[in-house]
């Protein structure tokens, strides 16, 4: 009778670089984050500028609210993870959420171009490693 040699298996799992940087911008012009077609635009221009690679985007146009234009929602979905603007023309506030993996994304710099184009007087943001270590 033969014994039948015990091992351990170990899988090299492939290793997860997570990078999340998300903020509020505030007194954003109303005109500008009302502006559904230039919003579109900006997020497929930061994602070039990011290394990001846009599947499919759902955006949304809200109704008017109080004599302000009505605010947008777009969700890109991207190769490595998803992009998210949401606007509120009538508190001039809209928020940015973008999340990627992978070594070569730049998710700081398409957050920056987003930012840079809307012009908000101040902005509040948070980075986080969500990499698996």
Not at 13 to 32: A, Q, S
Not at 73 to 98: F, G, N, Q, R, V
């Amino acid at each position: 009778m033969t014994k039948i040699q015990e091992r351990e298996v170990r899988l090299e799992l492939p290793k997860v670089i997570g990078k999340h940087v998300y903020g509020n911008l505030n007194e954003v012009n109303p005109k500008v984050i009302a502006d559904l077609n230039y919003l579109i635009k900006t997020v497929v221009e930061s994602s070039k500028v990011g290394n990001l690679h846009i599947i499919e985007m759902i955006t949304k146009k809200f109704n008017s609210y109080n004599e302000y234009d009505g605010g947008v929602s777009i969700i890109a979905l991207i190769e490595e993870s998803h992009i998210a603007l949401h606007t509120w023309p009538e508190s001039m506030y809209a928020t940015l959420d973008i999340y990627s993996c992978g070594e070569e994304s730049n998710p700081d710099a398409a957050f920056s171009y987003i930012v840079n184009k809307l012009k908000p007087k101040s902005v509040t943001s948070s980075f986080i490693d969500r990499s698996k270590m």
